[in-house]
């Protein structure tokens, strides 16, 4: 199930990461550097609003699907969405009364209000979406996220054109998911009106998301304390710089953890309900291995790349300063992707997400008290110096935290020889010269890959050897069916 996962949610990803870099590059042209400085805190905002509300509903969608029959599921569809119909009617009443008194900017309420009304029909997208990745349907899932990911993307950049500033990305990801609803919705409200809504289904759903909600909302925290405390204490702009920066790193690795994410968490799920520990365990490590395999030289390749891949993805006016970012976000990227895809996948499974809270709060509580300590002093350095030591701390407390119950595995011999084949990697590019731009990014890339993929054979690291020769069987059946064809 893993693997048939990762092929099938491979071009998801691939979407996901050339709508990523194309925002990086579009909007940091297109708009202005306060503009992208508002997009960046309505985003924060719309994204602490999105969690708060909807994001136990999906959890409950995602994890109790598979252990409910037919008839139980029945009453699943109807008690999450009628409890999503009764937010989804607050949410605009609530969210226009604070947007009137709230003493900002014009611009940056437009952003705000864009992406309030747009997280509803996001939601209900993503609702259908996990419903479709909790059932196995691979294809469903994968067409309704590209097409939205694709949508908002292009429809982002029209609204630009359009000059609504900040509010642009935002307003496409709404328009995008609001066309996607049209063919997603109709077979997800059927059941919905057949079942019937139970107020013990919806306790016990809570009981279990609201967790999750909590920690992701301290997971936000975590991720945008820093701009908060930047606009307080440098400008709008200076926002904008981090967030570029924030961006190219932490997108690039967000996409690759996603998209194992997408494979690893259901084949979990299926793995303890089926076969108990001992093939969760088995499920785990393989996945564990992978993830450690291509996540190194991922952030490491990011960080030696910093200057070259700002000076073509980011606007002038923001790419010195995102260029600094890049590589201390990557080494938290890195963290937060272990941690998050893999790590608290634990409390999920054991169904103990009050620690998931413990484990994504205490981290979350840490990056506050270093931001207001160590921007005021050193600005921008501060804000990554803290986003790295918090993200850090996440992952020492989440191991920590799954003693004595659902436990994973840490595959310490695929780390120890990814870390190795990483750093002869790191050692050589570290070697080239920087001639900047598209030639200096291509050469590190390609030495860097091709460094990376001997060490990582010689040394077998994360199974490498096993991958390549199952790589190298599919290529013979391939030029064997090609020749008989012929």
Known sequence: MFWRGVLGYLPVNVVQAVAGFGAIVVFTRMLSPSQYGDYALAFSVTS????????????????????????????LYATLYRAFAAMAVALPLVAGALLLLLPISAPLKLAMGAGLVSITARSLLKMAQERRRAAGEVRGYAVFDMAQTGGGFALG??????????????????????ACLLFALPSELRPARQGRFEAERLRRYAAYGLPISLSLLMGLALATTDRF???????EATVGAYHAGYSLSNRTLDVMFMWLGMAGGPACIAALERG????????????????????????AGL????????????????RQDAARVTPWIALSGLFYGLTAHYLNTAFTLGQRTFRQLVAIGVPAIAN??????LIPRYGLDGAMWATTASYGLGAAVSILLQRGGVSLPIPWTAIARSGLATGLMALAVSRLPSGGG????????LVGGAIYGLAALALDAGHARSYAARAMDVLRVKATARRVTA
């Open 48 to 75: 602490v609003v999105y969690t708060c509300l909807f994001v136990w509903l999906e959890s409950a969608m995602a994890r109790f699907y598979a252990a409910e029959d037919e008839a139980g599921r029945l009453g």
């Open 276 to 299: 108990g520990q001992a093939a969760l365990e088995r499920t785990a490590r393989e996945q564990a291995s992978f993830m450690v395999l291509i996540a190194f030289p991922a952030a």
């Open 438 to 445: 598209l030639g200096e990014l291509a050469a590190k890339t």
């Open 368 to 373: 506050l008290g270093l931001t207001l300590l």
């Open 229 to 235: 405390v930047l606009a307080a204490y440098m400008n």
């Open 157 to 178: 950049a029209v609204f630009a054109i359009l000059h609504l500033g900040g509010a642009s990305p935002l307003l496409g990801a709404g328009v995008a998911s609001a």
């Open 303 to 318: 960080a030696l790349v910093a200057h070259p891949l700002a000076q073509l993805m980011v606007g002038p006016a923001l």
